[in-house]
């Protein structure tokens, strides 16, 4: 039997115990977190489950809920048994984790072929700038895939579940991060593109980026990466060719607005300014931005922007020079100047927003305004980011479009495209999980069209064929989906025409397991949403 250190808890077998570990690691510690002190979950930790029990726990855990909470059984991702025993771990102890620092980062470093052996122009015919790399989460992958072509390119080994994927300033690079903290470099040059390098930076991590800036204090393009860490709570500075990893620091410290000390303050999203060799760091638990100046890291200059707590993913506005980020648990976006370094505002939106990179585009009143979808209800807030020549909405939500549900996670327009696209995987109603919603930018008021994407899919096996985001290819005139299914059941990309809203392809493979997010070359480099 599991010793559990707490004599309320339920009795659980070592086997079960371990079944619960793993699972929880990988289904669950992302949005409740390690120390299960919740962010975009609620908290669960043994002084709050015990109280609701084992058969409470397991209805949670099997159907889910509208607020976002997967619906592990009834997807088909997790069985009777695991169900139970999830109910049962998440009434022990949460076990801690052990730290991870430069010596066992660099236990795990590897290049794969060194800066002098690779090649010093492209060797290949592909199109690079529209590549798509698509993360095949449950095999640990991802698929490069030809956006002109619709062929896969390579499918190509990394950590498990890569979270997102990002390119270097010159475009050469692709960065991925697994869910396990495991970078891989690959590089687009080769005849077939493929890892160079690789290191992991924690036990878990969902961040990855690149220094862009070229101006009168250097030119820092492909000259660095930068990765964030769930676990342990930190970032890492790396060498851009190669990934050694450089400079590491932790994030634990004190929660914006109460100043009480957290232990767990994860590293959600990063991205690199345009406007100064700064990376935008954002801490989820203490609600904090960190403006980390990479000029010269031996003394590394870090601005701490505080916000609102639970700080996740978010994208530039059109000029790119404000980050939109999503507060989730705080139902707030915080408004991150980059070229003044300070907070422009914290604007009030839906429930829980949640909005990949955001969308931009141009209101037909407002003028340019982001918007994101949320996973706690039906709506899509747009804010205004034109301080200059739409003083009075700037920093606003200026209004709301009303989607089909909630459980929504990504949402994307183009600067080429008329159509604002919003998807909801997470919602528990399989029509709308399997569906996504797309607006006339033009004609906001008349509401939203379905897209019936798994449905286009022509799948009929009865997987879960969740869709998930919404992206652009390089010229703009074809939205990508994943529909995506579990490891068993089979899964496919849909590509829509943008300009008649029809499908216009369908990629299905034997490969393409578990497919999830999916990234443009061109649209990440240059930061088009
Ligand atoms: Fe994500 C972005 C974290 C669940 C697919 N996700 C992000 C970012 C963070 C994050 C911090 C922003 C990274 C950046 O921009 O630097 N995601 C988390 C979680 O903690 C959470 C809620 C739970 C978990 O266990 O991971 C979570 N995410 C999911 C999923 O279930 C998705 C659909 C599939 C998966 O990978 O497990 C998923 N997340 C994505 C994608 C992006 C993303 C595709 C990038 C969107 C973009 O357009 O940039």
Redesign the pocket.
Known sequence: MYQSANPKAPAMTQAEFDLGRKTYFE?????HGVLRKG???KPLTPDITIGKGTDYLKIFIAYGSAAGM?NWLTSGEMDEKTVDVMARYIQQDAPVPPEFGMAQMKSTWKVIIPPAQRPTKKMNAFNIENIFST?L?DTGEVALIDGDTKKIINIVKTGY????S?TSASGRYLFVIG?DAKINMIDLWMPIPDNVAEVRIGLEA????TSKYKGKEGDFTDKLAIA?A?WPPQYVIMKGDTLEPMKIVSTRGMVVGTQEYHPEP??????ASHFKPEFVV?V?ETGKTLMVDYSNIDALKVTEIGSAPFL????WDSSKRYFMVAANQSNKISVIDAKDGKLAALVDVGKIPHP??GANFIHPKFGPVWSTGHLGDDTISLIGTDPKGHKDSAFKKVAELKGQGGGA??I?SHPKSNHLYSDS??NPDPKISQSVVVYDIKDLDKGYTVLPIAEWAGITDDGAK?V??P?FNKAGDEVWFSV?SAKNKQSAMVIVDDKTLKLKAVIKDPRLITP????NVHNTQHDV?
């Open positions: 289904r669950c510690a992302g949005c962010a975009t979950g997967p993360t989460r579940a890569v979270h997102i990002r869910r969902r961040s990855v980026d964030g769930y994860r590293v959600a999203s990063i991205v954002n989820k996740h993913d978010g994208g990949g990179r996670l990504f994307k995987p997470l969740r998930v985001q992206e995506w999830t997010g999916h990234f949403y």
